[in-house]
C-alpha cells in the first residue's frame, strides 16, 4: 500500500544501495529541504485563495472568479507579479536588518516543521521535547518582525512591530500553558508520544470540559500569535497603513507574507497535534466496524483535514469578529486568559494525576 | 468575603456574555458562508441583459409622459426649491387659454442637470402632482459634457387637463 512513510522509506533504501551512507543522509536532507520549500510554495497558494474565497463567502461576495477556474489560479497569478516586481530598500533604512529579516521569517517558519508529524511515521525530526522546541523556536519570529520594523525606519514600522513584540510575548504565555496541559496528559514532549496517547480517543474528547477550555485559550492564543484579526494591531491597516512591512515590496514583502500564512498552518497543524490526534484516525472505544473504515483514510488526508479545518475555524474569526485595542488586547491575555489557564492547569494536572481522563 | 464573591460572578458573567456575543456572530457570518445565494455582488457587464436592480435604485429624474403626450407638470418650482444643488432649472411661459383668452403659466422647459445630481429624490417628494420619478437607468457616460443636460419635457407635450 502506498503511504507517505513506504515513499521515504524506499527512497532512504535505494539512496543507501547506490551510495554512501554519508551522500545518502546529504541526499536525504537536500530532498527534505525541497519537500518543505515545495510544501511552502503550495501552503501560500492554496491558503491565500483559500482566505479570499472565505472572506468573500462570509461577506457575502463572489470573491476572485476570473483567472483560471473559478478563479483558482488568482494566487498563482499574484505570486508571478511580486516576483517580477523590484525589491525596494529604502534609502534612510539600515539595508543589512532590513534585508535579513524576511529570511529570519522564513527560516523560524521553516525550523517549525521539522517536528511536525504530516502522516503515520511521516516526520522530519521527532525530537524528545518537541513540544518545548516548538514553542521555543515559535518565539524567534518576533525577532524577524523587530528587525523589520527597527530597520525601516518608519514610524509606523516600529509601531506595528513593537505591538507585535508586546503581542506575541503576552500571548506565548497562555498558548505555553494550555500546551502545557496536554503535556501533562501525556507525561511527555515529544510529539509522537502525544499522538500515540490519542490512539483510543482524541484529548480534545478524552480530557473533559478542562482540556475543551485548553483548547480555546491554545486557538485564541494562536490567532494573536500570528497577527491575525482580530489581534491583527501590528498591522492594523486603518491605523499603521501596513504595520511592520509597510517599506517592504516585491518578493521580500512575499516572503512577510508568506510567512504569516506558514505561520497559521504551523500553529494549526500543532493544535490538530495536542487536541485532535494529528494523524489519528477518529475511533470510538469498541466500535470495530467504524474504527476500520475510519483507518482506511489516510493518515496524511486526516492530518491535513483536521489542520485545514483549525485554519478554517481561524479565518472564519478573523472575518467576523472586530480589532480589538492594545489596552483591550493585553486586558484579555493578563486578566482572562492568563489566570483561566492557570487555574485550568491545576485541574488537568488534578485529572491526570487521579487518573479520571479515559 | 462580599465582594470578592460579587466579583466572580461579573467575571463569570463578562466571560459568558463574551462567548455568547461572539458566538452569536460567528453563527451570522457562519450563514452567510453556507448560504451562497445570499451574495449580492452583480457581475455587471457580463449579466447586462439578465441585469435586475433593486426597487430602490436611482438612476437619474425624468418626467411622467402618458400616450397622448401629456404630463402633470404645473410649473411650480416645488422641486427646483427642494434641490439641494440647483439641478432644476424651470423655465416657464404664459399660455392664452383660447376660448376664455385668460393667461395661464405653463411650463416651457425642464432643465435637468444630470452632472450635478446626487440621487437624493427630495424633487421627486416635494413635487406635488407627482410629474417626475426616478428611473432606473444608470449608463450615463456621454463624450461631451453638454449632453447630461437634460430636457425633461418631451417635445410638443403640454400640461394634461384638470391638473391645477
Redesign the interface.
Known sequence: MWSLSNIAANIDQWLNANMSPTWALIVEMVIAGVAVIGLFAALGLVLVIMERK?SA??????GPNRVGPKGMLQSLADTLKLLVKEGMTPGGADKLLFNVAPFVAMIVAMLLLAPIAFAKDFQLWDLNIGVLYISAVSSISVISILMAGWASNNKYSLLGAMRSGAQIVSYELSAGLAVLAIVVLTGSLRISDIIQAQENGWWLFKGHIPVIIAFIIFIIAVTAETNRAPFDLAEAESELTAGFHTEYSGMKFALFFLAEYVNVFIVCAIGATLFLGGWMPFHIGNWHAFNGVMDWIPSSVWFFGKTFFLIFVIM??R???PRLRIDQLLNLEWK?LLP?SMFNLLLVTLIAIMGWHF | MEDEAMFLKQYIQD?WGAIKS?AT??K???Y??TH?K????Q?YPDNRDTLVLPERFKGEVVMIHDENNEHACTGCTACELACPNATIKIITKFDVDAETGKKKKAIDTFVYHLELCTMCNLCVEACPTDAIKMAQTFEHSVFDRSQLTKKLNKPGSKIRAGIE
Open positions: 472565505v463567502w462570509i461577506q457575502i461576495r463572489l472564519w474569526f472575518w467576523t469578529f482572562y483561566i | 466571560i461572539l456572530g460567528m451570522r457570518t457562519g452567510y458562508f451562497h445570499e451574495i449580492i455582488t457581475q
